[in-house]
Structure formats: structure tokens, C-alpha cells
């Protein structure tokens, strides 16, 4: 893509009313706007980053046998009344609309529950495994985090249905994998802990995958730094680190209160009815990329790991006399699948770097003088500051 169409532009100076660094950053690059506090919407390279770690999560998700659904926002009260979490007392997040019988999902064990309940009536329809990306809306009083923290944001929930605690231990282990993946995959994975919290209002035991990062509202403490194994501060440790972190995913044991309230019951192989053992499994998408900003930044602006940067490669064409052959880079890099965002802009040099160092793509080709004489490209890695110079079949052979 050329930069000169995008319609996005960078800017020098931090928004006024943020404090958060993933909100300052990502702002001045140009990927998302805010509409009000908590509340934000994604521009084209905001979005392009999105998309690239939900299709991480769908990949790993799928790995596991789940099946993608997308359920509705809006929310019917007489369910949630089922279950007791209609009440405001009881649930102080809700977003009600439509003198208060319409409710946007906060969450989606009740829909998903009844759906699941029309379908299932047998041991032999045992285990299912089901999820979506969605929207959720909450009333967070604290909506101070930038994108780690909305009313209205994306998450990835995974619903699991099975007929024993074993069956339903098993599985669990295996989404514990899977979001050790994702994390990898995202680069926040030698940061990111496996924190065992208390089960809040369920009563169990429960686990957060926590990053460790300055800006993180929570805290944990480190119980095996090795295994990134660490206990959530509410269960409260001494003689431990302490260290502030961000819940980027948390994976719950739901037992069966769900499917007991709401009626999702099964036969087992002697004909007893048995409630179905169920658990849910987190990710916030937005609070991942404002993690990702800001535990990996510099003070030049964002550095994106490979697998979720807006582009993989970031050509910039230094001068009118080198708008020939960066074209022809540019063309040749597309036709082999590779994503570039190509500053084809009438700026000077020095704007484009801070442009491109602001906006953080891992790899910078530069065309100038030097190109031009030697045919070769200097290819600028993002977050070490090293250049390299290399042919455009290296760079090529390297990319895919
Ligand atoms: P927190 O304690 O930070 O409020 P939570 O326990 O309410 O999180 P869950 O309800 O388990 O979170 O949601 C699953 C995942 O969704 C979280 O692990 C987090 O990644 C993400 N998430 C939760 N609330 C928000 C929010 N307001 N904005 C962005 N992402 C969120
Ligand atoms: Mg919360």
C-alpha cells in the first residue's frame, strides 16, 4: 500500500487527554481514534494489526477442535435472571438499554448455554467447544488504560462443554497450550506469566495469563520464573516478587453452575441426566495489542513483532531520484505476497524515519543514494537499529 493513500497521518504531539502510553503511541501513528474515554475505534493500520492476532487466536482455536459461532450483543433479561446476573447489585457493569429489559453482552455463558441446550441430549454429543470474537460492553469506572481497558471492546471467547471434571481438566490443559502459543506468536510470551487466581464468583480456583509491564493494573507474584508460573496478588504471598502485570487472558472452570440454572443437561451411558461441566477461556484482542505497545516500544514509538505488524515490510523511498526503482522494489515485493507499506510521500528523508520508527513495521528497506549505486537495499531492523545490505532476492528469500 502506498503511504501517500492512506488516509491516517502521523502526528508529533500526544493527545491531550491521554495518559496511557498505548493510547499516546497508537494515536500519533494513527491506528486508532478515541470517541470518548474507554472507547475507541480502530483506523486502517489499527485494524490491520487487530485482524492479524485474531487470525493467531482462530488458527490456535481451531487447532483445538472449536467451532466459530458469532452470538448477539444485545441480551435478553429473562435469561440473565436465570442465572441472577440480570442484577445491577450483583453485576455493576451492564450497559441496559430499552427502559431496561434489553442488556449488551458483557460476557456470553447465558446465550451460548440455551443455544447449546437445544443441541445437546446425549453423552455422544460430548464434548463440544465453541467460540466467537466479539464486542463486549462494559461500564468500567476505570477506563484510564487506553485500549487495555474499554466499554466496548473486542474479546475472544471460548466456551468448552464436557461431560466430566476429568474431560473438562483434560481440555483445559490443552487451551493452557494453546494460549502459550498465541502469546508466543504475539511476542509477549517470555513476559507472560501463568498466574493461579481465586475463581471470583465462582468459587474455584482459576488462572490468568498475566505480562509482566509497568502500566498493568493488576500485580503478581513470581512463584517459578523458569516456567512462568507466578500466583495472582489476590491470594496474597509473602517472601515472593511482586511485580505489576496486565491480564491479557484468563481461563475459568464454570462447573456447572451454567448449565444447571439455564438447563443444559445430558444422558449418560446408564440414562442418569447429568448436568454438562462447562469453562470459559478469555482474550482481550485490544488489550493484547496495548500490552504488545507497551512493554515493547522505545522511545521512538511502537516496534510490532513480526506476526502482528500492520505490514512486514516498511519501504521507504528517500528521494525523487530514487522513485524508479523503490516502484519497482515495491512492485515485486507485492507480487511475491509481501506486505509493504511503501512511503512514496514528497517529505524529507528525516520525516520518514521518525514516520516509520513512530509507526513501528519490524523491517525498514531504504532507498536512497547507496541503493542506487550498488542496486542493493539497506534493510533497517526496527528494534535492534541494525542495517544490513542485501539484494531484493535475499530480502525476498528471507520474507517468505
Ligand atoms: P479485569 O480484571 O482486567 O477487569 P476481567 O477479569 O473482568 O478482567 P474477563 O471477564 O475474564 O476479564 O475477560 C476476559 C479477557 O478479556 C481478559 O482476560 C482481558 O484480556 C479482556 N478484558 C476484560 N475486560 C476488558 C476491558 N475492559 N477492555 C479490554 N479487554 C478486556
Ligand atoms: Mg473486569
Known amino acids: 500500500m502506498k503511504q501517500s493513500q492512506l488516509f491516517t497521518k502521523t502526528r508529533r504531539e500526544a493527545p491531550k487527554d491521554e495518559i496511557s502510553k498505548n493510547a499516546i503511541l497508537l494515536t500519533r501513528a494513527g491506528f486508532i481514534h478515541k470517541e470518548m474515554a474507554g472507547v475507541y475505534s480502530y483506523l486502517p493500520l489499527g485494524l490491520r494489526v487487530l485482524k492479524k492476532i485474531e487470525n493467531i487466536i482462530r488458527e490456535e482455536m481451531n487447532e483445538l477442535g472449536a467451532q466459530e459461532i458469532e452470538l448477539t450483543a444485545l441480551q435478553d433479561k429473562n435469561l440473565w435472571e436465570k442465572t441472577n446476573r440480570w442484577d445491577d447489585k450483583i453485576v455493576d457493569i451492564w450497559f441496559k438499554i430499552a427502559d431496561g429489559n434489553l442488556g449488551l453482552g458483557f460476557t456470553h455463558e447465558e446465550p451460548l448455554t440455551r443455544i447449546m441446550a437445544e443441541y445437546i441430549s446425549s453423552y455422544r454429543d460430548l464434548p463440544a467447544y465453541v467460540y466467537q470474537f466479539q464486542n463486549k460492553f462494559r461500564n468500567e469506572l476505570r477506563a484510564k488504560s487506553g485500549i487495555m481497558r474499554g466499554k466496548e471492546f473486542l474479546m475472544k471467547d471460548l466456551y468448552s462443554f464436557s461431560r466430566t471434571e476429568e474431560e473438562h481438566a483434560n481440555f483445559y490443559n490443552k487451551v493452557k497450550v494453546a494460549y502459550e502459543k498465541i502469546f508466543n506468536r504475539a511476542g509477549i510470551g517470555n513476559r507472560t506469566y501463568f498466574a493461579t487466581a481465586s475463581g471470583g464468583s465462582f468459587g474455584n480456583i482459576s488462572h490468568e495469563f498475566q505480562t509482566i509491564c509497568d502500566a498493568g493494573e493488576d500485580s503478581i507474584y513470581i512463584t517459578n520464573k523458569e516456567k512462568r508460573e507466578a500466583k495472582n496478588k489476590e491470594l496474597g504471598i509473602e517472601n515472593l516478587e511482586e511485580k505489576k502485570s496486565v491480564e491479557v487472558g484468563n481461563i475459568f472452570p464454570l462447573g456447572i453452575r451454567f448449565s444447571e440454572a439455564i438447563g ?135 520474507l517468505i
Not at 528523508?349 to 550498488?374: N, Y
Open 264 to 398: 443444559l443437561y445430558f444422558k449418560d451411558e446408564n440414562g442418569e441426566n447429568k448436568p454438562v461441566v462447562m469453562g470459559s477461556y478469555g482474550i482481550g484482542l485490544g488489550r493484547l495489542m496495548g500490552t504488545v505497545v507497551e512493554v515493547l516500544s522505545d522511545k521512538k514509538g511502537i516496534v510490532w513483532p513480526r506476526e502482528i505488524s500492520p505490514f512486514s515490510i516498511h519501504l521507504l523511498s528517500l528521494s525523487e531520484s530514487a522513485k524508479a526503482f523503490s516502484d519497482e522494489v515495491h512492485k515485486t515485493l507485492e507480487a511475491n505476497k509481501i506486505e509493504v507499506l511503501y512511503d512514496d510521500r514528497d517529505l524529507r528523508a528525516g520525516e520518514k524515519f521518525a514516520d516509520a520508527d513512530l509507526i513501528g513495521i519490524p523491517a525498514q528497506v531504504i532507498i536512497g543514494e547507496k541503493s542506487l549505486a550498488s542496486k542493493t537495499l539497506e534493510v533497517k531492523n526496527r528494534a535492534s537499529g541494525e542495517t544490513r545490505e542485501m539484494t531484493l532476492e535475499n530480502l525476498i528469500n528471507e
